[in-house]
């Protein structure tokens, strides 16, 4: 049996993000949840706080509203690269592939960056053994805990 030679750059296209399609009673929730800490804001003269509620209320729902975009995937000889963004692997920790279809198909990157400290990208239909075999010749193999955000983000469908 011939095992197949993976070349690089190895590429993917994927949706920036898995879409959930948000119905009206969705929007409905994030406007009455965010009327509901308006109110609760004024009643407590915190204007700033209130401001910021309206504020964050309409970015939610705009972002809900929001089709993800085709976004081009590529593992190169000099990091991983997304779009144009190209992150060197000595600026990565490690990587771990969340491998559960339909629900999760997608590659984790731990970033050394304090701000950015995971990288979340979508497989698509890449192999996903392919891809680890590629990252192990650059990067270790971690498991990721997906963290309460993460759950929560995928209970709210977001």
Known sequence: ????????????????????Q????WFWIVGIFSLTLFAVALIF????FAIFIIIA????AM??????RIIQFSITIRGFQI???????????????????PFKKELVIQSEKMFMPHIKIPLGDADPNDIREILLKFLKEKEYEE???D???DYLKF
Do not use: V
């Open 1 to 20: 049996m011939n095992k197949k030679e993976l070349q690089l750059p190895l590429s993917w296209q994927a949706p920036e993000y898995n879409y959930n």
């Open 22 to 25: 948000k119905s009206a009673d």
């Open 45 to 48: 003269n915190n204007t700033l």
């Open 57 to 60: 209320g309409f970015t939610i």
């Open 63 to 68: 972002y809900g509203a929001r089709r993800p």
């Open 83 to 101: 779009g144009k963004n190209l992150f060197p692997y000595n600026t990565l920790k490690s990587f771990w592939i969340h491998y559960d279809p």
């Open 147 to 149: 963290s309460l955000i």
């Open 151 to 153: 759950a929560i983000g």
